[in-house]
């Protein structure tokens, strides 16, 4: 081995650690012999050259790789723009493929690495948000309305529908329809609400297994293909559009497969890694008679919110483009434009998350639990209670209605509520401005 690749190797082994790592920890982890000094000059070459970061000094020195990658690099990378530029050739230039199923048993968990490790590293600073002991599923609560319906207007976008964002939370949050909209577009966006709020709701208890795939198939494709294709391996042969890609007829054969990919996707520890084996590999099967990408989006999902990780949308991702790197996999088996679509996608939606957060101020649970604390008040006005009565009812109530570690939160929103109270503030309440004044003369 030449001294560039050596050195590189170092820089490898760097990227592969989740902390900083000092030299002679390094020393014990190289796959090959180095002498400190040999190992200190290649340090200081790679703090140099930028690609380290170097911390403290003399024996409590310790290096960390630098994360090169940020929201605002380029949607394809130089070699990604060369691999669409050949799958965008026209189609009668392109030669008919088939699946390859070398490719997928090739594969080995925790081995094999679709997304580089300094890459995984670099999305896991990014993207994780709550505290490692916290249930799975957490984050994703917090943040219900704007996961429907981000995730629902991009994942539908990218697959024709015309519905607009605010349309999409229109109809989300409020079951408002677009009028100029077609019937199948409402179905569509309405399909993926239920699937994503499936994931969210049964996240501490969710397994990459044939069960959960068919149910995100039937509850994302119901209403829009014959409901004996709806959850269920297609037995028939299916085509790609645009593409020369020919994937397997054979329902058994597909089931197999299918069964290959869980297997080897749930053993696999690393969440990104996880998240993008899957987006792949239902993709490329096709198992099912359409909807496949919608699920295979969402199956991505999957072990992001299991660990409380911001949520992958594709928001900022055009259809084309989305579409060409797809072909690149279908016909090439060539992932990395789909990598880098997911890492331009996904970095974008933990700054916008972070942005929106810090100027509108979100406070996510008085979002959240906005009916179950309009409701509150209203029985409160109801059953004319004031002064510590009130208090104890809203300290029990809560105790059902949210997690213990957000009832604080959603009591001290309930009692600014209340104390807030008036005639123009009672929409959406249901009272009469008759029992408000009866509260509030006993409050006084």
């Known amino acids: 081995m030449s001294v560039k690749p050596q050195k590189m190797a170092v820089l490898d082994q760097i990227r592969q650690e989740s902390l900083a790592v000092s030299l002679s920890q390094l020393l014990q982890k190289l796959p090959f012999p180095c002498s400190e000094r040999t190992l200190r000059r290649w340090l200081a070459d790679l703090v140099k050259d930028g690609l380290?970061?170097?911390?403290?000094?003399?024996?409590?020195?310790k290096y960390r790789a630098k994360i090169l990658i940020s929201p605002e690099t380029p949607c394809f990378s130089a070699s990604s723009t060369k691999i669409i530029e050949l799958i965008r050739r026209p189609i009668y230039k392109r030669n008919p493929v088939s699946y390859q199923r070398e490719w997928l048993e090739d594969y080995q968990p925790n081995v094999s690495y679709y997304m580089p490790r300094h890459i995984q590293l670099a999305l896991y600073q990014a993207g994780k948000r709550s505290r490692d002991n916290e249930p799975a599923g957490t984050y994703a609560h917090q943040i219900m309305n704007r996961l429907l319906i981000d995730l629902s207007y991009n994942s539908s976008r990218l697959e024709g529908n015309t519905y607009s964002l605010l349309e999409t939370e229109k109809l989300i949050l409020e079951g408002k329809a677009a009028n100029d909209k077609l019937d199948v577009e409402?179905?569509?966006?309405l399909n993926h609400k239920e699937a994503i709020r499936y994931l969210v709701d049964t996240a501490p208890k969710l397994t990459i297994t044939e069960q959960t795939i068919y149910?995100?198939?039937?509850?994302?494709?119901?209403?829009?293909?014959?409901?004996?294709?709806?959850?269920?391996?297609?037995?028939?042969?299916v085509r790609i559009g645009g593409s020369t890609y020919i994937p397997f007829e054979d329902s058994a054969r597909l089931q197999k497969i299918l069964n290959i990919i869980l297997s080897k996707g749930a053993v696999i520890s690393n969440p990104y890694e996880q998240s993008l084996f899957l987006l792949i590999h239902l993709s490329y099967l096709q198992a099912f008679a359409d909807v496949n990408k919608r699920t295979a989006r969402l199956s991505a999902n999957i072990p992001l919110i299991k660990n409380n990780l911001v949520p992958l949308s594709f928001n900022d991702v055009s259809r084309d483009d989305y579409n060409s790197a797809m072909i690149a996999v279908y016909e090439l088996q060539n992932t990395q434009p789909i990598l880098d679509l997911y890492v331009f996608s996904y970095l974008k939606i933990c700054k916008l998350y972070d942005a929106t957060v810090k100027s509108v101020g979100i406070d996510e649970i008085r979002v959240r639990y906005r009916s179950q604390r309009r409701a509150l008040i209203h029985d409160i006005i109801i059953k004319n209670l004031v002064g510590n009565e009130m208090v104890h009812y809203v300290r029990t109530a809560s105790k059902a209605l949210v997690t213990p570690n957000e009832q604080d939160s959603f009591i001290e929103d309930v009692l600014e509520d209340l104390q807030e109270l008036n005639p123009n503030r009672i929409t959406g309440l249901g009272i009469t401005v008759e029992e408000l004044n009866a509260w509030l003369n006993k409050k006084s």
């Not at 198939?217 to 959850?231: A, C, F, K, T, V």
């Open 52 to 61: 380290v970061d170097k911390f403290g000094n003399k024996r409590s020195t």
């Open 186 to 189: 409402k179905i569509m966006i």
């Open 215 to 237: 149910t995100l198939h039937y509850l994302l494709s119901e209403g829009l293909i014959s409901s004996r294709d709806s959850g269920k391996i297609r037995d028939y042969g």
